[in-house]
């Protein structure tokens, strides 16, 4: 079969034309069976030329960009991603303690997790970040410790509230509501459907989790959408 040549139609133009009019079909009600990614032919590009609010996708997961100038543990600059949707749903720590650094959930996405979204990057692009463990009424009593993925503070989280999209469930931050030394052990922050930050305990079994990660600024990825929010 010959290719078909239409003058001053090129490659890239004629793509765009049929992925507009596949959407158009699907804007219609009409059925399809094209990949749009397919013809839209999405390119790797370099995470660290991507803008905050960029949804991209490595590890099997797709990722919101919040920063792409995040300190790192190496006194160097990574990019801070968070998970775009609730990935699973686990206890923040088996006993009940609001201490990140100590919690049984903190084991398992430095561990096992953290191990499985390595290797389907093909080789080790994550980069170690420290995290503030202050409680959200301002004590610092649990200090800081480094982690390779983990879960956004509430400061984090009000920080880089514009380019974060809401979730179908409240999920974990990992900042303590208080500590031991104010009798609120046991309470831990989270973001609730609208938003909006509230508590929760820390053995609630079923709480959701939305993982953040730091990636070196030359990890190669593919795009799934701009950001679009309004300011």
């Not at 991603?81 to 088996?94: I, R």
Request: glycine share 8%; charged share 25%; net charge neutral.
């Amino acid at each position: 079969m010959k290719g078909l040549f239409i003058p001053g139609i090129t490659t890239e133009l004629f793509k765009g034309m049929c992925t507009e009019s596949v959407k158009a079909l699907m804007a219609e009600g009409i059925t399809y069976d094209v990949d749009i990614s397919g013809i839209e032919g999405r390119k790797l590009v370099e995470i660290k030329n991507l803008a905050p609010g960029t949804i991209v996708e490595f590890g099997g997961t797709q990722w919101e960009i919040l920063d792409n100038h995040f300190p790192t543990a190496l006194l160097s600059e990574g990019v801070f991603c968070l998970a775009k949707d609730v990935l699973f749903k686990k206890a923040f720590d088996e006993k009940n303690c609001n201490n990140w650094r100590i919690s049984t959930f903190r084991d398992y996405l430095n561990g096992d997790f953290k191990n499985n979204i390595a290797a389907k990057i093909c080789e080790n692009m994550l980069l170690p970040f420290d995290r503030d463990l202050t409680s959200d009424d301002g004590l610092k009593d649990y200090g800081k410790c480094i982690d390779y993925v983990s879960l956004i503070s509430s400061n984090e989280y009000r920080k880089y509230r514009h380019y974060i999209n809401g979730k179908s469930d409240w999920w974990l931050t990992l900042t303590g509501w208080s500590t031991l030394r104010s009798s609120f052990s046991h309470y831990v922050q989270f973001v609730n459907t609208s938003g909006s930050l509230g508590v929760g305990i820390a053995l609630k079994e079923h709480a959701a989790v939305v993982p953040v990660l730091c990636v070196y600024p030359t990890l190669k990825i593919r795009v799934v959408s701009d950001f679009y929010k309004s300011e």
